[in-house]
């Protein structure tokens, strides 16, 4: 990590402690000009981390997304690309909420009439600039720790699709938990989307294996896929595959 790069993510921290701090603030603090901090800023609004405001800005994200979205996202680009790359023209999925499953319409640029079912948030900034993509986002209830849509109203909505393959994102993987969620509405809104569709692929980064979450979603033997980092580690890796999972490391 550079330097900047360094006082970039220690600005983000700043702001989701005490989002009064101005500018002014941050140069005194970071011991840089304000023409640097307000360049800081702007790259930081740019990536839909932060958004201005009039001598300062604000965290664009609740902090416990802000904290999953800084965790490993080298991997999780590698493991959502890996994932794109499994979805040809025409194809009709489900994406859940998380923040590597919501990395995948970034890498869906240039498709051609891929039809997205999702309860994700986060997949806003790329579904925006992709008018071929036709993208249906559930309705319900938002919240915000997860960007993500939640309830009754989700889970009615996904009733009405069905779909080739659901991308689901996971909290935990194990051989004898299966795959697991720390949130019981998350996890309640993956199970629904195994139901509607054909086949179901499980993206998470390396942090993921072997750990278990608060809330069951499927048995690790109902998955079809799972596609995680080759940082997983590797005894993990071997009683999934043993269990009869398939795994794609990238």
């Not at 969620?181 to 569709?197: F, G, S, W």
Request: aromatic residues 4%; contains cysteine.
């Amino acid at each position: 990590m550079t330097k900047t790069q360094k006082r970039r993510e220690l600005i983000i921290n700043q702001l989701m402690e005490t989002p009064k701090t101005t500018v002014s603030d941050l140069s005194q603090q970071f011991k840089v000009s304000e023409v640097t901090i307000r360049s800081d800023l702007k790259q930081l609004s740019s990536q839909g981390l932060i958004n201005r405001r009039q001598g300062g800005a604000l965290p664009a994200f609740h902090a416990q997304i802000m904290e999953q979205q800084r965790r490993s996202p080298a991997e999780k680009i590698r493991i959502a690309r890996a994932a794109a790359g499994l979805i040809d023209d025409l194809s009709d999925v489900m994406i859940s909420s998380g923040t590597t499953t919501s990395l995948i319409p970034r890498f869906l640029i240039g498709r051609d009439n891929v039809k997205i079912v999702s309860n994700s948030t986060l997949i806003l900034p790329y579904i925006r600039t992709s008018p071929r993509l036709q993208t249906t986002l559930t309705g319900g209830e938002f919240r915000p720790a997860f960007e993500a849509l939640t309830g009754s109203a989700t889970i009615s909505e996904l009733k009405k699709f069905h779909v080739s393959i659901a991308f689901i994102g996971a909290d935990g993987i194990s051989v004898e938990k299966g795959i697991t969620a720390d949130n019981t509405e998350i996890a309640d809104v993956c199970r629904h989307m195994l139901l509607q569709a054909k086949k179901t692929i499980v993206v998470a980064d390396a942090s993921k294996i072997g750990r278990v979450g608060f809330a069951n979603i499927t048995k690790a033997a109902n998955i079809d896929l799972l596609i995680t980092s080759k940082e997983a580690p590797a005894a993990e890796i071997r009683e999934l595959a043993k269990a009869g999972v398939e795994v794609l490391l990238v």
